[in-house]
């Protein structure tokens, strides 16, 4: 079954169906990694422009080398030193990059919306690595990807997201993703951190919970996944001191003891270690954060290959 999409900017609109076909496909995308040489042909003659105008470690290396692994030119562009510093609107810049012939461009920004706007003036396939507190579609699927190897069905799991949520484009996508698979989520984390509304988000896909109490919500959960506190984004005022902060919404293998003796332990990186979760969590026997890193490669073989490839002719 092909991916009747050009674009990924969101999964907020994604079927069931679809989220499944990127996971099964980027389970063949495995395949190719676990070869001697971890190379496939099917985008011989593709160019693809990584654009990432905010930092980013795990996304942009990944799509750089899923874009190799599949024989793709791959290109990475950042602001800093591309002509966006001598005030080129983001506009000109796409026209520019379209000029130079990409057929896909996979793009980070610090506002939402801006894949949206490359999507309308680009002709070629647009990829939202992250916009603003948006979304980050791939890492949503990534986790997912993930999660489901180790549990095999994603029905009726318990996801507890701890922390950051008001910040974080991850756990936007995330519920998205999870709820869509029929997960339920619970949020946990100071009140300052956890935007109202996800109850209605999800409109009849699924059950977003608030438990602000940590140890509640952990309770019996299948996966736990911390997010990283955002100091960047924040204005000030939005955390207790941040030792409170550890003390009550801190994972640690000890608080992991309510969870399922089972329960995955994730987070998407980079990680603020004795903050939003301790070493013994982080590097525990539960932990698959190390493996979330290593799908993102399979997971964005995957993305690539049905926007670029497995499209209907
Ligand atoms: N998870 C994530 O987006 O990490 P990077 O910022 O390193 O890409």
Redesign the pocket.
């Known amino acids: 079954m092909p991916l009747h999409r050009k674009h990924l900017i969101d999964v907020a609109d994604f079927s069931r169906d679809e989220v499944e076909l990127v996971l099964d496909t980027a389970e063949a995308m495995r395949t190719v990694l676990e070869r001697p040489i971890r190379r496939a042909p099917t985008l011989r003659g593709k160019s693809i422009v990584n654009m990432?105008f905010?930092?980013?470690?795990?996304?942009?290396?990944?799509f750089e080398l899923a874009g190799k692994s599949l024989s793709a030119d791959v290109v990475n562009v950042a602001a800093s030193g591309s002509s966006v510093e001598k005030g080129e609107s983001l506009v000109d810049t796409f026209h520019t990059i379209q000029a130079l012939g990409a057929d896909l461009v996979v793009m980070?920004h610090a506002c939402a919306g801006a894949p949206d706007l490359a999507a309308r003036h680009l002709a070629c396939s647009v990829v939202n690595?992250?916009d603003g507190l948006r979304g980050?579609p791939s890492?949503a699927l990534l986790d997912l990807f993930t999660v489901r190897q180790h549990a095999g069905d994603l029905e009726g799991l318990k996801l507890v997201i701890v922390g950051d949520v008001l910040h974080s484009r991850?756990a936007r996508s995330d519920i998205w993703g999870f709820a869509r698979m029929g997960a339920h989520v619970y949020l946990s984390g100071p009140p300052t951190l956890l935007p109202a509304g996800f109850g209605d988000l999800l409109d009849g896909d699924g059950v977003v919970r608030v438990e602000h109490d940590l140890d509640r919500a952990i309770d019996g959960a299948d996966v736990v996944m911390a997010l990283r506190i955002q100091k960047e984004r924040m204005a000030g005022g939005l955390l207790p001191d941040l030792r409170e902060y550890a003390r009550r919404w801190g994972i640690t293998a000890a608080r992991l003891r309510r969870a399922d003796r089972r329960a995955l332990v994730m987070h998407?990186?980079?990680m603020n270690q004795g903050l939003e979760i301790s070493p013994d969590a982080a590097y525990g026997p539960q932990s698959v954060i190390t493996e979330?890193?290593t799908n993102?490669v399979a997971v964005r073989m995957a993305i690539l290959y049905l926007l670029l490839a497995g499209a209907p002719t």
């Open positions: 990432f905010e930092p980013s470690t795990r996304t942009r290396i990944s980070r690595a992250g980050h890492q991850v998407p990186g980079p979330q890193v993102g």
